[in-house]
């Protein structure tokens, strides 16, 4: 092989594993197919320029940057790279990656600034690049921008990239529970949020990707954290302003390419600017037979002017094609923005353009569309079609037909639908919902809007509550997390009332769903902020299940004082009057903190005393979970006979009630009772059974507990391999959930 030659095929390897063409490898690198052709065949030496452009492209790092030139410029010096180099590839020991199936879907093409992504690419590619912030003013086009740029640097990072929107996250502290929840780790056993998250990302090569954190600046030290606690990791942000951290990259996103109005080229020239060909080809989808001529290509022209460039407004000003000529568009724009309408000095002159761009665009809806516009302003995280019936028709308004003014509202890109679950969901940009709120409260008609969002999202956390419980319980477990948001910006609302009935209504009607999806920590903070608002003689059924839930989420996060005090009220409360399952639960949890500081006595009587309040009730779910815990209690004293013999009938009543959470906790602990009787192919069945139920629920801690038990089983059984798979699977769970004990004893028994 010549010393060129050698070169060439390991360039050519690297990008076959990379699944790249020759092509997409000239992209990339900034050269021609040509000169990749010849130096892949072995017919051409690189240039240093382009060595250093390939250690760029695949990340060397700056220590053994000179060592990889000297590969590229002399292959006789070193045929191919060292064993121990970085650059080494290696494409079985790539680990599972995060792919573009966890990214937003662009429904449009993008339109220009290529050299804009190669640059950025090339930054990310860098070692010494470990933050990079995209910058600019709403509707530039940040988040699409970066999306475009993820596919461009992914091979770079073994675990991939993912995407944490945070336009509808709030509070700078709920940050946190956003990259958890799209990294899909959930609150650990004890221990903060960041710890657990730092524990998981410490050793991944990873690029998170932070969407909309201008609102959550308190937030940009738990980013700071992540890259202290992670050297793999490499954070791409967007925002309207820098973070502010050490060893911040910021790029400021520049508007689209505009021609000079007065020194307009020829036609076909002007298709080369990014603002016309975008207005173009956004117009001709909603016109087919719209074409940019020499008569309409001066107005054209003039309205991206006037728009400065900014894809938000360019794209809502071509949508007005449907409707209005240029000349006609032109005229309305020009309306709306000469002479300028000056808005608040603290805010950039782009963001006042952007709302007369919006405003233009708000003036040609007919007027339910308007009323529907601005109504869905209180929606975060989008909407369905009955959400928005309920919430945006009010009393006595015959006249609202809301499924034709939502269709109009798409058709006018003010509105974004998407398919969840088979079902229609619609959802604002959030630029534009902070003009649908300006619009609503100048309606008169906030108060109004806002009560019947916080009463439709209370009655569904309610509904849904009493189903959290029996056979419908995925369904509803799922639908809860599809309003998850709407929920918590109805949480907001209530807390900020003057009476505390309404915050402690909503989530009480949510702790379930909170226990279940792991949400542990944010369902104490919203339980925790509704009872401080009540006052401590307060003994309505709302406050009473508010804190048996906050007890209870404080006893499995092993903050047994809270959830003492928490229980021992909501007993108290339970016991002037209220239903009985409330009894029974608070009674059942109290048990169990009891049990779990080891006072198996007092455990043994609350636990008794709440299977007593069940039987002579006649309450199954509630009556199966005390049983359940009361036979943790003997199994505990060793008398697994009785334990058994209550699991057996707490299974019965889950299956009677069609709770699957509660056929797993009755299963696992049946199985559990079996491996201290020897019996264990008894006992692989049921963690089997409980297994199968912990996964469908999307419950990890479950999931972690019962391979737990299925390896210890294996090893009983000298199934070494089988044992080793179930442990060590169990061990990744345990570590991503943050569960410090658990994964202490799956290692303990994997070295055993």
């Known amino acids: 092989m010549s010393q060129v030659g050698s070169f060439g095929a390991w360039l050519a390897q ?3 594993t990379r699944q790249l063409t020759q092509a997409n490898l000239a992209g990339q690198l900034g050269y021609s197919l040509e000169t990749i052709k010849k130096i892949e065949e072995g017919k051409r030496r690189p ?24 590969f590229c410029r002399d292959a006789a010096t070193a045929s191919s790279p060292p064993a121990d180099a970085h650059w080494s590839a290696d494409a079985d020991a790539v680990p599972l990656r995060r792919g573009p199936d966890t990214w937003p879907a662009p429904t449009t093409a993008f339109i220009g600034r290529n050299a804009m992504i190669r640059e950025l690419s090339t930054l990310l590619r860098r070692p010494s690049v470990r933050l990079l912030t995209l910058t600019g003013p709403p509707g530039i086009g940040k988040t699409r921008l970066s999306l475009q740029v993820i596919p461009e640097v992914q091979d770079a990072f073994a675990y991939g990239a993912v995407f944490v929107p945070l336009a509808a996250v709030r509070d700078p502290a709920r940050v946190e529970s956003a990259i958890a929840q799209a990294l899909d780790v959930r609150a650990a056993v004890g221990g903060s949020l960041l710890q657990v998250l730092r524990g998981y990302l410490h050793d991944k090569q990873l690029l998170l990707l932070l969407d909309n954190f201008e609102h959550l600046a308190q937030a940009a030290s738990v980013v700071s954290e992540l890259l202290a606690a992670a050297p793999q990791l490499k954070v791409l942000v967007t925002s309207r302003a820098v973070l502010h951290l050490y060893g911040e990259h910021a790029w400021v996103v520049p508007p689209l390419t505009l021609p000079d109005p007065q020194q307009l080229p020829p036609v076909e020239e002007l298709r080369d600017y990014e603002a016309i060909r975008l207005f173009t080809e956004r117009a001709t989808a909603l016109r087919p037979d719209f074409r940019l001529t020499a008569e309409n290509a001066p107005l054209v022209a003039e309205i991206c002017a006037r728009l400065e460039g900014l894809p938000l407004a360019t794209e809502l000003a071509a949508a007005g094609i449907q409707v209005l000529p240029p000349q006609g568009l032109l005229a309305r724009l020009t309306h709306r923005l000469d002479p300028p309408v000056i808005g608040p000095q603290d805010r950039p002159a782009r963001q006042q353009t ?48 809301v499924w034709p003014a939502l269709v109009g509202l798409v058709h006018m890109s003010l509105l974004r639908q998407e398919e969840v679950a088979g079902e229609p969901r619609f959802w604002m940009l959030e630029t534009i919902r902070d003009y649908a709120t300006e619009r609503l409260t100048a309606a008169g008609e906030a108060d109004r809007i806002h009560a019947a969002h916080l009463r439709y999202y209370t009655t569904l956390a309610e509904t849904a509550g009493s189903h959290l419980r029996g056979p419908a319980q995925l369904v509803w477990l799922e639908r809860l997390e599809a309003e998850h948001d709407n929920c918590r910006a109805a949480l907001h609302g209530a807390v900020a009332q003057e009476t505390a009935e309404p915050a402690l209504q909503l989530s009480s009607a949510l702790w379930w769903f909170w226990r279940l999806h792991g949400y542990w920590d944010e369902g104490r903070t919203w339980l925790e902020a509704a009872l401080a608002r009540a006052t401590s003689t307060d003994c309505s059924a709302a406050r009473a299940e508010a804190l048996c839930g906050a007890g209870d989420l404080a006893r499995l996060q092993g903050d047994y004082a809270t959830a003492d005090s928490r229980l021992r009220g909501s007993i108290a409360c339970r016991e002037q009057g209220g239903a009985a399952c409330g009894l029974i639960y608070a009674r059942t949890f109290l048990g169990e903190a009891l049990r779990c500081q080891g006072d198996l006595a007092a455990a043994g009587e609350e636990t008794a005393a709440a299977v007593a309040v069940g039987r002579a009730a006649g309450e199954p779910h509630s009556l199966a979970l005390a049983l359940n815990c009361l036979g943790l209690v003997h199994k505990e004293r060793g008398d697994y006979a009785a334990a058994y013999r209550l699991f057996a009938e707490s299974l019965a009543l889950f299956e009677q009630s069609g709770d ?25 069945i049921l963690f089997e059974a409980a297994l199968a139920f912990d996964r469908r629920l999307g419950n990890k801690y479950g999931s972690a507990w019962a391979l737990r038990q299925l390896g210890e089983v294996a090893q009983r059984q000298a199934q070494a391999n089988q044992a080793a798979a179930f442990l060590r699977e169990s061990l990744a769970l345990s570590r991503e959930l943050g569960h410090a004990a658990l994964a202490a004893d799956c290692l303990s028994a994997l070295h055993a």
Do not use: H
């Open 14 to 16: 690297q990008r076959k």
């Open 47 to 70: 240039s240093r320029q382009l060595a250093e452009a390939v250690a760029d492209w695949i990340g060397v790092t700056d220590e053994q940057r000179a060592l990889f030139v000297q």
């Open 354 to 401: 952007l709302r007369n761009a919006i405003g233009w665009s708000y003036d040609l809806l007919d007027d339910q569309e308007r009323r529907l516009f601005r109504r869905l302003a209180p929606f975060t995280g989008g909407c369905t079609v009955e959400a928005a019936e309920a919430i945006c028709r009010l009393d006595g308004e015959t006249d609202m037909t």
């Open 660 to 684: 699957r959470w509660g056929q797993e906790l009755a299963l696992g602990n049946q199985g559990a009772i079996a491996v201290q009787q020897g019996d264990y192919p008894a006992a692989r």
